[in-house]
């Protein structure tokens, strides 16, 4: 069975100071593994998409790396606006749908 | 990117009574899916809903819960029968993006129910 773990489960920064985020998975065979952003009262918003170790993308101040065992979600002198609720989520191999973790809750204090 | 509209944003529901939930797409698409998101877990598919045949549910919901409809590739429903306290959540409709990947998804801005 496919698993998600995600740590922390919340986050406190405050602006400027860079953290990572972490989402440990398991899966039989690797289609993909994705980032969301979810702000309050609203729906996913799709960040990334990797597919194989090594990998890295990156948006603004958001780059994503994945390992055959963990993606880290690495955050660069953040700002307030950044704070919100990031999933992470896989997809096996022959599967149509992602497994998604519990998130980890970002707060960035002005 | 698809734009998707959910309604009712939310709504508070006496336990026993029903609750269809409607999203509408801007765009035509193959794949809709149903989600549930409790507080504190994480997202949960509850259903495919496939045009002119039924929907597919994932282990450990029932069509007599959950009766989907998808008349057209713009257009979904999803009904909370007979709810609960347990039922209280927030529901969310998505499509693919279209690309190779179903992995990537345009979600709606939810439905949040609470059942009194």
């Known amino acids: 069975e496919d698993q998600v773990t995600q740590s922390p489960e919340a986050l406190r920064l405050q602006e400027g100071e860079s953290s990572s985020l972490n989402c440990s998975y398991t899966?039989?065979?690797?289609?993909?593994l994705f980032w969301y952003r979810q702000d309050p009262g609203k729906g996913p918003e799709f960040l990334f998409t990797l597919y194989s170790a090594g990998e890295e993308k990156e948006k603004e101040r958001l780059k994503a790396t994945l390992t055959k065992k963990e993606s880290f979600l690495h955050i660069t002198a953040p700002k307030p606006e950044d704070s919100a609720t990031y999933l992470c989520a896989v997809q096996a191999a022959g599967s149509y749908i992602p497994t998604f973790g519990r998130g980890t809750s970002l707060i960035v204090h002005p | 990117s698809a734009v998707i509209s959910q309604k009712p944003s939310r709504d508070i529901c006496q336990r026993g009574t029903s609750l269809t939930i409607q999203c509408q797409v801007d765009?035509?698409?193959?794949?809709m899916f149903w989600y549930r998101q409790q507080p504190g877990q994480s997202l949960t598919l509850i259903a495919t809903a496939n045009q002119g045949s039924e929907a597919t549910y994932e282990s450990g919901f029932v069509i007599d819960k959950f009766p989907i409809s998808r008349p057209n590739l713009t257009f979904s429903t999803l009904t909370v029968s007979n709810m609960s306290p347990e039922d209280s959540s927030i529901y969310l409709c998505?499509?693919?993006?279209?690309?190779?990947?179903?992995?990537?998804?345009?979600f709606g801005e939810g439905s949040r129910l609470t059942v009194l």
């Open positions: 765009s035509q698409v193959t794949m």
């Open positions: 998505s499509v693919t993006s279209g690309r190779a990947n179903t992995g990537e998804l345009f």
């Open positions: 899966v039989s065979g690797l289609r993909g």
